[in-house]
């Protein structure tokens, strides 16, 4: 609509949402889909934590919160940070948001001048470059590929800094690859970036326990990146709460504080229920969420086997999260069952419609040599997802 802001009409249409719109039509005509492009655990949130939620309501949680969290959820996210991440923080670091989701905002529109690059390395999860693009920052990808373990080098990091970048992005365990950064990887980034010190880091750790490797690595750790690292956390994915809406930021003081500020003029402080039940949430011990972690590393292996067996998906095998990416740029030329494949966003179209497996296009993360498939699926649907596939490519 011609009213419409151009900050608006500049924003791309996610196009995970172009495969949520079409998969609606087909299971609307009575197709039976199978669903492998939701970011989002199948479990339901553990029973603990629920109770905590409930009884939050009952102790009359109904007020407005501090903007930047209650203190007792602060205090158990200093505690988890260090129990974690041997990371320390003090109350005055720590924001307390609407998801992660909402402390990536903040970050973007209280560190962002029009202009200001922000490092990507690619994939990146699929709402950092809008984001940025929102806070009027320009997005800077950098590319890997399957060959590179989706990895960006020191070298690449290097020759990608301008004097405008003003910010690096990741996420590790990485949304859409799977990869995990060793201390030794970031430790080596780090190096790089001590010699640009107007650079800030940040990093997602959202999927850090879904981490099959062992050994997750906060950028933070290292004394000479603390003061410019904003540690982005949450519980929607370990915990199985997408829809409780809480995320948070470790921060030097000064980033915190601003992201207070913005905060409290556009939301105020996150969802109280939510909140008490978080604070239960992050004084559990680990152990209490890994029989998850546990399904999802045996599913990763179910999917990686079946792969295999598929040819033309060259896949790597992802090290956490609950994503695979395999390279399908084989099929690309081709013409299979009628249907040309130019693209992955050709081909995720074409598994959709012949094998009704719906799966995210690669470019929505800026790898376009690839697609996504979440196998926070059962194991059912994942074999017969595949099995499908299968069918539809030989
Ligand atoms: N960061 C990454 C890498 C994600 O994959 C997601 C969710 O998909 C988020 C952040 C957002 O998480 P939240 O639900 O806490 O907003």
Known sequence: HQQLSDRINSMATSQTLAMAAKTRELKEEGKDIIGLSLGEPDFNTPDFIKDAAIQAINDNYNSYSPVDGYVELKDAIIKKFKRDNHLDYNRSQIVVSTGAKQSLANA??????????????????????????LAEGVPVEVPTSVESNFKITPAQLEAAITPKTKMIWYSSPCNPSGMVYSKEELRALADVLVKYPN????????????????GHASMAE??????????????????????????????????????NKMQGQITSGANCIAQR??????EAPVSSIKFM????????????????????????????????????????????????????TDFSMFLLEEAL??????????????????????????????KRIKAAVS
Not at 301 to 317: A, H, M, N, P, R
Request: glycine share 8%; charged share 25%.
């Open 108 to 133: 973007a529109m209280v560190l962002l001048n029009p202009g200001d690059e922000v490092l990507l390395p690619c994939p990146y999860w699929v709402s950092y470059a809008e984001i940025v693009k």
């Open 357 to 386: 497996v719906a799966t995210v296009t690669g470019d929505a993360f800026g790898n376009p040599n690839c697609i996504r498939l979440s196998y926070a699926a059962s194991e059912d649907q994942i074999k017969e997802a595949l």
């Open 199 to 214: 650079i800030i880091v940040v990093s997602d750790e959202i999927y850090e326990h879904i981490n099959f490797v062992g």
């Open 222 to 259: 290292f004394d000479d990146m603390y003061d410019r690292t904003i540690t982005v956390n949450g519980v929607s994915k370990a915990f199985a709460m997408t829809g409780w809406r809480i995320g948070y930021i470790g921060a030097p003081d000064w980033i915190a504080r601003a992201c």
């Open 277 to 282: 039940a978080v604070i239960t949430a992050l």
């Open 293 to 344: 972690i546990d399904k999802f590393k045996e599913r990763r292996k179910l999917v990686i086997s079946l792969l295999d067996e598929i040819e033309g998906f060259k896949t790597t095998e992802p090290e956490g999260a609950f994503y695979v990416f395999p390279d399908v740029s084989h099929f690309f030329g081709k013409t299979l069952k009628g249907h040309k494949i130019n693209n992955a």
